[in-house]
């Protein structure tokens, strides 16, 4: 079988599948990417780069537009190249950020997947959740736009995969029945509970402390609650003498609006906040070993969203069995139920995250059912092992309906 991934990381959501389709000789795997890093045994890397930057003169609203055409026109190019060379995918996997748009032109005999991960709506979602549901026009008819390249990748796909609930309700009624929600899946034989771990890593020794809370995001960033948590950290530190609170993540924005050249968030909380702790530590983006280290150590575990794409990490740290103290928003809501597998708090409130960090640190013994509870969680209903097959079987049979 010829398998055709497209993403513009790599090897990103398809890292399970790929590795599993390339295992076996009779299959042909390969990955269009427009990330060069990265290599994954058996599987054709093709690497494309857009013919130029989204334009400066074009109208705001096309920004992303434009961007995702370029993506998606760069993308056809190299399945153009791959075509003459012989090579016709049996099935194409793509993540929609543009590199699906064109292949039913390249490719029209070959069953489209697609991996829908957000569709952008103006009111109650991430867009208004700030602004409590008061927009301009001007911001709705933006965000109304944005979705272009996403109805192309509706109208053109056969059907698609989207990883939780919350974000299937996020698309159109009428293309829902296109869509099944199915989780990448969590590895829980390598992400598990070490309830007596010490965190120790190369440039971080926590080995004699009893209170770390912990904060993972890949970004530092306002969509992910990162300003809310500094405030509450400050709160924290103050309260608890002899807490350490351990942040992963760059200072990178992916989400929302992005800073001027050269600043961050983290330094714009630490100045406004005149933070200047020893018992706070910035890890910065650090190996996935170290990550599950610091979750395994994890005394409470915070975790704060807009209402929007779920994170990876959050069900990751339920995996290893951390006290999740998550953002009361819909998509942690999908999967934390308060005080049973988790403790829920008002994302607005620093004030109601450090209270809820005191009831996590001061009830240790009661505690430990949440734990074990979000563990539970992932093994139930989102386990890599459980999943991976099922998006198997939606592969397979796209290939065997074609056939």
């Keep these: 079988m010829n398998i055709l991934f497209l993403h513009r990381n790599f090897p990103a959501q398809f890292v399970h599948l790929a590795q599993y389709f390339a295992k076996d000789p009779n299959n042909k795997v390969v990955f269009i990417t427009g990330r060069k890093e990265g290599n994954i045994e058996n599987v054709i890397k093709v690497v494309y780069e857009p013919v130029r930057q989204v334009s400066t003169q074009i109208h705001n609203y096309l920004k992303f537009t434009e961007d995702s055409i370029l993506h998606g026109q760069a993308a056809a190019n190299v399945a153009i190249q791959l075509k003459n060379q012989g090579f016709v995918p049996d099935i194409i996997y793509g993540h929609i950020w543009g590199q699906t748009m064109f292949m039913k032109d390249v490719f029209p005999n070959t069953p489209l997947l697609c991996y829908f991960e957000w569709f952008y709506n ?30 192309v990748d509706l109208y053109s796909c056969d059907c698609g995969i989207t990883p939780t609930k919350y974000q299937l309700s996020q698309f159109p009624k009428e293309f829902r029945h296109k869509i099944s929600v199915l989780h990448d899946g969590i590895n829980t034989d390598y992400i598990k509970p070490s309830y007596e771990s010490k965190l120790i890593l190369p440039n971080l020794d926590l080995s004699e402390s009893n209170e770390i809370i912990t904060y993972v995001s890949r970004g530092l960033e306002p969509y992910r609650g990162f300003p809310q948590f500094m405030e509450a950290a400050k709160i924290i530190l103050e309260r608890r003498p002899n807490c350490h609170i351990v942040v992963v993540g760059d200072d990178g ?28 530590h ?43 103290i998550g953002s009361d928003t819909p998509p942690v809501r999908e999967l934390i139920q308060d005080s049973h597998n988790g403790l829920l708090v008002d994302f607005f409130s620093p004030t109601s995250i450090a ?47 074609k056939r």
């Excluded at 001027?260 to 020893?278: A, H, V, Y």
């Excluded at 190996?287 to 807009?306: D, E, G, K």
């Excluded at 979000?374 to 397979?396: C, F, G, M, S, V």
């Design 253 to 280: 924005v992916y989400y929302g609006a992005k800073l001027p050249e050269g600043q961050s968030f983290r330094e714009i909380m630490l100045k406004n906040l005149n933070l200047d702790s020893p018992r706070l």
């Design 282 to 324: 910035f890890t910065g983006r650090i190996p996935y070993n170290q990550y599950v280290q610091v979750l395994q150590a994890s005394s409470a575990h915070v975790y704060l969203t807009f209402p929007f794409v779920l994170s990876w990490s959050m069900m990751e740290a339920m995996a290893a069995g951390c006290l999740i």
């Design 355 to 401: 209270d809820r960090v005191d009831v996590a640190l001061d009830n240790r013994e009661t505690m430990m059912q949440l734990r074990q509870n979000a563990r539970k969680t992932i093994e139930y209903n989102y386990q890599l092992k459980d999943l991976l097959p099922k998006h198997i079987d939606i592969i397979n049979n796209l290939v065997n309906k």
């Design 122 to 151: 103006a009111h109650d979602s991430d867009v208004d959740f700030v602004s409590q549901g008061k927009l301009d026009t001007n911001t709705e008819a933006k965000t109304r736009v944005k979705n272009s390249h996403i109805l």
